[in-house]
């Protein structure tokens, strides 16, 4: 998950003062961290290991999730995972290929080809309509959707709402295929050491509900992230429940047979096995239901293009901006202010360093966001300490509900 933004500095001693920028890597965690789907490679369903690899039912009229238990507590895990499988389904992200004639010219003809898949979980059927939760970056730049489901058959899916920071999307399908929605449960009630089960597609639809069992290995967990719209910091639940490239969007399930989780990736790297990590079902509900509402997450709003301060060398920290050796590395370097924002209507300015928001420490624009997006409303009246040549001040703004431009 990446993004890059085009810089626009005022004058040539800007140009010269962002010459040492650098392009922001893309991967998680240098690709220790890695997205559970599968990709495809020349035309063929390989799976493929990337750190930001794209990839990619009873009448309910209720307006929320289903919350009815769909199987008998006594039911063993065979069974338990017979009634919950109709739920899951895969996705695969079918996308836009250029083509070159013989001599190497991009021809104008263009196919949609599968990019890449991954799984989903039905959780809504209302009005001819049936819904499914999915991960952003299983159907993230795709022009065309496909749904597979346990009968068999297939069937478009438009998407309804998509957000980055979260990793989640809404995918809707035609109710006519659906026969069961999925129960989910609460993840704030989940301890370490309960047994849970993944189901999901890994390595494509060759696989397609395959299940794995393991543990709640710890919840509360925060994990750093890229994501195409910036830098933050995932909350999500660990398990080591086996999470395959494919399993993007699948549902962890309790003993009971709810969804308290949905699969989005895993730590790969020499010497580790058995972590990997869903976004729990607390987070998921609202999250969906706003997607499907409003087609993305509005979130306050600072208008600032911005960079972690540990990117800027150290010289230039001291030297030019002012840093004390105190605060070296922490906080976050203002490269623009968008004309007419908050930050702009407060007076922030470029080469201005933000170290505090209504008192908090920002050690990171992920530490910004987390600050902004969890404690903070559109609306409100927010005090931000900056560092401007050396000294620091208080400026107060009121938060918009744009979406934050980033680096």
Same mark, same amino acid.
């Given at each position: 998950?990446?993004?890059?933004?085009?810089?626009?500095?005022? %004058?040539?001693?800007?140009?010269?003062?962002?010459?040492? #920028?650098? /392009?922001?890597?893309?991967?998680?965690?240098?690709?220790?961290?890695?997205?559970?789907?599968?990709?495809?490679?020349?035309?063929?369903?390989?799976?493929?290991? %990337?750190?930001?690899?794209?990839?990619?039912?009873?009448?309910?009229?209720?307006?929320?999730?289903?919350?009815?238990?769909?199987?008998?507590?006594?039911?063993?895990? %065979?069974?338990? &995972?017979?009634?919950? %499988?109709?739920?899951?389904?895969?996705?695969?992200?079918?996308?836009?290929?250029?083509?070159?004639?013989?001599?190497?010219?991009?021809?104008?003809?263009? +196919?949609?080809?599968?990019?890449?898949?991954?799984?989903?979980?039905?959780?809504?059927?209302?009005?001819?309509?049936?819904?499914?939760?999915?991960?952003?970056?299983?159907?993230?730049?795709?022009?065309?959707?496909?749904?597979?489901?346990?009968?068999?058959?297939?069937?478009?899916?438009?998407?309804?709402?998509?957000?980055?920071?979260?990793?989640?999307?809404?995918?809707?399908?035609?109710?006519?295929?659906?026969?069961?929605?999925?129960?989910?449960?609460?993840?704030?009630?989940?301890?370490?050491?309960?047994? &849970?089960?993944?189901?999901?597609?890994?390595?494509?639809?060759?696989?397609?509900?395959?299940?794995?069992?393991?543990?709640?290995?710890?919840?509360?967990?925060?994990?750093?992230?890229?994501?195409?719209?910036?830098?933050?910091?995932?909350?999500?639940?660990?398990?080591?429940?086996?999470?395959? /490239?494919?399993?993007?969007?699948?549902?962890? #399930?309790?003993?009971?047979?709810?969804?308290?989780?949905?699969?989005?990736?895993?730590?790969?790297?020499?010497? &580790? @096995?058995?972590?990997?990590?869903?976004?729990?079902?607390?987070?998921?509900?609202?999250?969906? @239901?706003?997607?499907?509402?409003?087609?993305?997450?509005?979130?306050?709003?600072?208008?600032?293009?911005?960079?972690?301060?540990?990117?800027?060398?150290?010289?230039?920290?001291?030297?030019?901006?002012?840093?004390?050796? +105190?605060?070296?590395?922490?906080?976050?370097?203002?490269?623009? &202010?968008?004309?007419?924002?908050?930050?702009?209507?407060?007076?922030?300015?470029?080469?201005?360093?933000?170290?505090?928001?209504?008192?908090?420490?920002?050690?990171?624009?992920?530490?910004?966001?987390?600050?902004?997006?969890?404690?903070?409303?559109?609306?409100?009246?927010?005090?931000?300490?900056?560092?401007?040549?050396?000294?620091?001040?208080?400026?107060?703004?009121?938060?918009?509900?744009?979406?934050?431009?980033?680096?």
């Amino acid at each position: 998950m990446e993004t890059n933004q085009e810089q626009h500095p005022k %004058s040539k001693m800007a140009k010269r003062n962002f010459s040492w #920028l650098t /392009p922001v890597i893309s991967g998680i965690l240098g690709g220790s961290i890695v997205l559970g789907i599968t990709t495809i490679n020349d035309h063929k369903d390989e799976p493929v290991n %990337s750190s930001v690899s794209q990839q990619t039912t009873g009448s309910s009229s209720s307006s929320h999730m289903n919350t009815k238990q769909v199987f008998n507590k006594s039911a063993d895990i %065979s069974e338990m &995972v017979e009634d919950v %499988s109709p739920t899951i389904v895969g996705i695969s992200n079918y996308q836009k290929q250029s083509s070159a004639d013989m001599f190497g010219f991009e021809s104008d003809r263009s +196919n949609e080809e599968k990019a890449g898949s991954g799984s989903g979980v039905i959780y809504k059927k209302t009005d001819g309509k049936a819904y499914i939760i999915t991960n952003n970056h299983v159907v993230e730049g795709a022009n065309k959707l496909t749904v597979s489901l346990a009968n068999g058959k297939e069937t478009d899916g438009k998407l309804m709402g998509s957000d980055p920071l979260t990793d989640l999307a809404v995918v809707e399908i035609p109710a006519k295929y659906v026969d069961k929605v999925a129960t989910f449960g609460d993840s704030t009630k989940l301890r370490a050491g309960e047994p &849970v089960i993944a189901i999901g597609n890994p390595l494509g639809n060759e696989l397609s509900r395959t299940v794995t069992q393991g543990i709640i290995s710890g919840v509360d967990r925060t994990v750093p992230v890229d994501t195409s719209a910036g830098k933050t910091e995932m909350h999500v639940i660990q398990t080591d429940a086996a999470i395959n /490239p494919g399993n993007s969007g699948g549902a962890l #399930l309790n003993s009971k047979g709810e969804v308290i989780g949905i699969n989005s990736m895993k730590i790969s790297q020499n010497g &580790v @096995e058995g972590i990997g990590f869903a976004i729990p079902s607390h987070d998921v509900k609202p999250i969906a @239901e706003q997607l499907l509402t409003k087609g993305k997450i509005e979130r306050p709003f600072i208008g600032i293009l911005m960079m972690d301060l540990e990117q800027v060398p150290e010289q230039y920290q001291t030297g030019t901006l002012g840093v004390g050796p +105190n605060q070296l590395n922490k906080g976050v370097y203002i490269r623009k &202010v968008q004309s007419g924002s908050p930050a702009d209507k407060a007076g922030l300015q470029e080469n201005d360093c933000m170290i505090k928001l209504n008192g908090k420490n920002v050690d990171s624009g992920s530490t910004l966001r987390n600050i902004l997006y969890k404690n903070t409303n559109i609306g409100d009246k927010v005090k931000v300490t900056i560092i401007r040549n050396g000294k620091t001040m208080t400026k107060q703004l009121t938060l918009d509900q744009k979406e934050e431009t980033t680096s």
